[in-house]
């Protein structure tokens, strides 16, 4: 198959010339901490066109993010922005613009949604806008998972529709009462031919990195000091349709990181990982799986949630109990309330969640208030499973908080909203996770599931002689480490003491922090994130927050105006907004639909547009291509895990024969590195165990003496030689036994 | 009806007028929803038409319609006289062959041809001989 670029770009038809990119290169810098990152976004705008340009690109924040100021500059110029409450602002943007001056404004809305508008770009010139940004990651034990946005998904909103406007360009509108004058850009079917994306980040963690590795990108990787990686993209350039994935995997131990800031303060982040707190406490479960069954899910991301769920009910015990909703424009539930995880129960899940289907909106408020309710009021979590790509987040945060149920959120999705689902999790006591539908999707869910149900530790209480803030989380779940901010006038003897139902440990800070603003900056960002989540009632708190820590938020935008010779006052310059790319692995249809438009509007439109480029080969110049379909079952652990019986084990005959097909799948999981307390199927793995025990006294000698040393090997996490996934249950004494003679060691100890 | 027929604003008076963000207004015209300036250049005036559009518009968007509806609904036509702007597509299709459509065509349209030049770029590629059908 051969691939050759072909342009087909809107032409002016005065000159039939091409029209010309306006922001050409977007080009992220910056570093990586192990707390969060300081990010330096370059946007490089150029106008060809004959009269002055004002360009408008929007973009999502991530997660726990804030702007802090950017740089304009130019040929002969370099200017910063200063923040200022928004109604200033944007009044002190239009008044550069009125004047003929080169004016820049990044303001940020509801959702986390940013514009930044640069305007009087004169004709032939080139700008470049370097946004600093605070942000945080995805904390796990071993490391951590940073997400950038290279592009903004569109979402669902009851009052906003979508609308193909010419062949594979799509455009929304937000409702005006509730996103003010936001404008949001136009989505491109294919990113080819639009504004050119890369990245070069540096990684310094606080104990050494083992491995830095992308599910998104292809990347290249360098090692300067243990500490002190260099991640950068491998290829020259890349397209801006889905999010940039960093996995960074580190020695995972207690980190606490300081530093001093110019009044003297001390600012310090602890990470503490969930290994230093306890185990979980093996109490019966409630839990509704909450699923979004939108059109935004179909194809790969709804078959991975529903194998997800599946998986996760191999889980529970018949003491535990369940519910499922399933939510798009309309709420379907298992059953009206919470049904034991027997194996009648489990039948009626199977068969409910083979009907569902990717149809309509997501509905997320709703399908929460439906789950939550089903818990009538007593305790127990909501599993949260979704690509989170809705718009009108703040109202869904509110109606979670009031539910008062604790959700878990796993985000499927390659360009989605990690703000809001971290966002989701934390203000309800929870965590979540955020995957790409080509990651193992299920391992992830049986993963968050069985961390999530059971806190290593509840009540946590963190005092230190200063302030912390932001009130670290009451509970503390495997897999997700402890994350505490505060500030202390000094450091030296100073001590972090974290306290919880049944331990306590202290954390000692640095004797003499470095200086620096860094911590403060992501202390602040994190704040401002929070109290935005808030809704309207924070906001006068908003505003002295961002004036406190100098960060933008809803209430205080960034602006500079930069007065030139030769500035042109009164003149009209011509706006044109950037386009973006539709989220691979998101259908383009699911949002734009195409009967709403005459031709003569949509020509019209496409004089606006961008060049696109599209690559040709052996196939139709306007067909999508074929949605990645998964395999029916990804792993044979997950079939296992699907297959468990609600006492344990898994399903035969007899006593005996279900006894050897548990001891099978044990010895399966073994083979793949699972154990009693990591990996996705620990929980699965602790109810195999249960079961053996239960049953071994019943069974002959032989068999019983060999389930024994299938449990030392078990609790040993030392998996037994052999290729067990191959092998039918009555084979497996056999193969044990087998094992031993040929002299494997089949002695865990 | 407007209330000074013949009254001129600057677009930060015609924004303060009309209750929304200059920016806002600027959108619009790129968007193709309102006319430009009555005189273009330094010193951009907008007239009470623009006025009463803007007005329209904020109706129309608060009845719940997209931008491409309010298009529509507003049956926007040229009034300059010159014939409405039509966008054609170039296809470089070659290091020095270029080939135009007009956009807007209806899928069937665009797929059929699409398809035609497809195989000429295959032909072309293969060094093969173009016959006069696929050209």
Known sequence: MTHSAVQFAPLDRETGQEVELAMQRLWLTGRLMPVGARLLVRHIFRSAEPEPLEVIYAFGLPRDAALRRFFISGEGFSVHSELRPVAEAVEAYERGVAGGSLSALAREYADGIVNLTVGNIRPGETVAVELEILAGVELHDGGLRFRFPFTLAPGYHRQARGVELSPGTGEMQLPESEFGDVILPQWKAGANGLHEIGFDLAVSMATSISEIGSPSHPVR???????????????????????????????????????????????????????????????????????????????????????????????LSDQDRFGIVAFDNQIESLAPGLIPADHDGRERARRFLAGVEARGGTELAAGVATAAAMLAGGTGDLFVVTDGQVFGTEAILETARAAGARLHCLGIGSASQDRFLTLLARQTAGVSRFVTPGEAVDMAALDLFASAGRPVAAGVRCTVEGIVEPAPPKSVFAGTPLLVFGQVEKADGVALHIAWDGGQTTLGLPPCPPRGDFIYLLQGSRLVADLEARGQVQEECLEELSRTYGLASRRMALVAVVKREGDRPGETPATCVVPVGMPRDTAFHVYFSRARVTSRVARQVCLMAPVMEMEIDDRPLFRRAPRRRLPRTADPLIELAQRMEPDGGMPGAGNRDRAAATVLALLCFLAKGHSLSAGPFRLHMVRLVAYLESVASALPKRERSLVKTVLLAARAGKPLP????????????HAIELGAAQGNSISPT | MPSNPGREWSLTELAAEAGMPARTIRFYIARGLLDG???????????????????????????????????????????????????????????????????????????????????????????????QDDA
């Open chain 1, 221 to 315: 990787v360098t090692s300067e000091e243990a500490t002190q990686w260099r991640v950068r993209l491998a290829t020259a350039r890349d397209l801006p349709d889905r999010d940039l994935i960093l996995d960074v995997k580190t020695s995972g131990s207690s980190a606490v990181l300081a530093e001093t800031g110019e009044s003297g303060r001390i600012t310090f982040a602890a990470v503490v990982p969930s290994t230093q707190f306890g185990r979980s406490v093996d109490s019966p479960r409630r839990v509704v799986f909450v699923l979004d069954r939108s059109g935004s899910m179909q194809g790969a991301p709804i078959e991975q949630a529903r194998r997800a769920v599946e998986a996760c009910l191999g889980a």
């Open chain 1, 722 to 733: 052999g290729d067990w996934l191959q092998l039918q249950p009555s084979e497996v004494w």
């Open chain 2, 37 to 131: 300036p009555l005189h273009a250049g330094r010193g951009a005036t907008y007239g009470s038409r623009h006025l009463e559009r803007l007005r329209r518009i904020s109706e129309l968007r608060n009845q719940g319609l997209t931008l491409a509806e309010i298009s529509v609904a507003l049956g926007i036509r040229r009034q300059t006289g010159l014939a409405a702007p039509e966008t054609w597509w170039q296809y470089r299709i070659g290091e020095d062959v270029m080939v135009s459509l007009r956009a807007g065509m209806s899928p069937w349209r665009v797929k059929q041809i699409t398809t035609l030049l497809e195989r000429l770029v295959r032909e072309q590629r293969e060094g093969k001989e173009t016959s």
